[in-house]
């Protein structure tokens, strides 16, 4: 496909478990970003990843979030003992090369519920 | 996390209306982007800034780069049903990672 996708659209898990979200970003893209979106705000920043490596992980609230990219194309973002303020859409962009001024392309996202 | 700020939060308009809204921060960007998000989609590019001063047109959208770089405003002409979604901007830094940082986005409802 020609542009970025997400895997599951949606997930529904309970308080207390461990969900997995992908992202399959352009072909051919080196720069990969994980967002969260939580309801009426803007995406926020998580991670970015520069090829394999995890530039910056800032953005990551705490230790239950976790993601890889391990052969620089497609990334996991890994949350374990969810909690209900982990409900928000995850939305994952890649770029060409990462530098200043390029343009990120955004997935649909997976709409992520935490009972 | 840090956002940016945005107004207005939400607005209704009339079919044909011209539309403002902008973007103020507290720190300096090299990049400004706005961002139009349709109900479960991702975002998705409308203009794309570089410079201060920068006043750049995608067909009945204008935005520009605000001469301190610390605020943007978009305009869209002569608006039409299909522009209703929210309008995001985003502020991009020269911090090594470009990471994006959004606003909390502008609701625009179009009445025919």
């Known amino acids: 496909g020609a542009g970025v996708s997400q895997t599951p659209s949606n997930k529904v898990t309970e308080k207390g478990k461990y969900v997995e979200l992908r992202c399959d970003p352009i072909?051919?893209?080196?720069?990969l970003y994980w967002y969260r979106q939580s309801l009426g705000q803007g995406p926020e920043f998580l991670i970015y990843?520069?090829?394999?490596?995890?530039?910056?992980d800032s953005g990551l609230p705490n230790d239950r979030f976790f993601a890889v990219r391990p052969e620089g194309s497609v990334s996991t973002l890994k949350i374990q003992r969810t909690e209900r303020g982990d409900s928000a859409v995850y939305l994952c962009?890649?770029?060409?090369?990462?530098?200043?001024?390029?343009?990120?392309?955004f997935g649909p996202g997976t709409r992520l519920l935490v009972l | 996390g840090q956002q940016l700020n945005q107004s207005p939060q939400s607005m209704f308009i009339q079919e044909g209306e011209d539309v403002s809204m902008n973007c103020t921060s507290s720190?300096?960007?090299?990049?400004w982007l706005w961002y139009k998000q349709d109900p479960g989609e991702g975002p998705v590019l409308l203009i794309a800034l570089y410079k201060a001063g920068e006043l750049t047109s995608n067909g009945r959208l204008t935005a520009q780069f605000g001469i301190t770089r610390k605020d943007s405003f978009l305009n869209i002409s002569a608006s039409i049903p299909s522009d209703v979604g929210i309008y995001f901007c985003?502020?991009?830094?020269?911090?090594?990672?470009?990471?994006?940082?959004f606003g909390t986005g502008t609701r625009l409802k179009v009445l025919a």
């Open positions: 720190s300096i960007f090299n990049t």
């Open positions: 990843f520069q090829g394999t490596g995890a530039a910056d």
């Open positions: 072909s051919g893209h080196t720069a």
């Open positions: 962009a890649s770029s060409a090369t990462g530098t200043s001024g390029e343009t990120q392309y």
């Open positions: 985003a502020g991009q830094t020269d911090s090594g990672t470009y990471k994006y940082i």
